[in-house]
């Protein structure tokens, strides 16, 4: 399967932004997401972006993809308490329906 | 968005013996299901696609005679763990979605069960 990592860990103020780093090895088309898991429930989709595209925004979010360095990042602006939570990065290649997750990340938002 | 639930959300048995977890679409029906295992730090990887009326497809290195998937219905698919051993002991999570061919997006995961096998 293909290889998508995460670091662990990630803590910051409320107010700062926060930013998630994912790293995939797929060099075929691809789709990438971010999903967030709170304590307790499903993944939840937060959005997700085409390998032809560079950038997403939507609302506090924003997805940056470096095509030729195969970096994906999700930007959290003004990062509240509420955003605590572990953030998963999956990928699924455009000519199967199957999903690759990197291991997650515990964002940990202080007051 | 749409609802999947999963039952049991946490079992502890004693090894030998066989756990059966259920995840049902509330709202919507699910031609496809997921299943999904994750080890403590470790990403979530696929055991197995159900599909409803049919026989689920198995992803390599995961045994099918340990690991019965029963898709019976549109809202309801099971995964048995027969046998359990403590090296079963994982976090499982299904997932679902309303159509294969439909939008990758929409597929809604389970809160997901942790098994604790003795």
């Known amino acids: 399967g293909e290889d998508v990592e995460q670091s662990l860990f990630l803590s910051v103020r409320e107010g700062d932004s926060s930013v998630i780093n994912c790293t995939y090895t797929?060099?075929?088309?691809?789709?990438l997401y971010w999903y967030k898991q709170e304590p307790g429930a499903g993944l939840q989709l937060l959005t997700y972006?085409?390998?032809?595209?560079d950038m997403k925004q939507d609302q506090r979010l924003t997805v940056l993809l470096n095509k030729k360095d195969k970096h994906l990042s999700l930007r959290i602006a003004d990062t509240q308490t509420g955003d605590s939570a572990i953030y998963f990065c999956?990928?699924?290649?455009?000519?199967?329906?199957?999903?690759?997750f990197g291991s997650g990340t515990k964002l940990n938002v202080k007051p | 968005g749409a609802v999947v639930s999963q039952h049991p959300s946490r079992v502890i048995c004693k090894s030998g013996t066989s756990v059966k977890i259920e995840c049902r679409s509330l709202d919507f029906q699910a031609t496809t299901m997921f299943w999904y295992r994750q080890f403590p730090k470790q990403s979530l990887m696929l055991m197995a696609t159900?599909?409803?009326?049919?026989?689920?497809?198995?992803e390599q290195g995961v045994e099918k005679d340990k690991f019965l998937i029963n898709h019976a219905s549109l809202t309801l698919s099971t995964l048995t763990v027969t046998s359990a051993h403590p090296e079963d002991s994982s976090f499982y999570i299904c997932s679902a979605r309303a159509s294969l061919a439909g939008p990758r997006e929409t597929q809604y995961f389970g809160p997901g069960t942790r098994l604790l096998v003795l």
């Open positions: 159900s599909n409803e009326g049919s026989k689920a497809t198995y």
């Open positions: 972006i085409f390998s032809n595209m």
């Open positions: 797929d060099s075929s088309s691809t789709y």
């Open positions: 999956a990928e699924s290649p455009y000519n199967f329906n199957k999903f690759y």
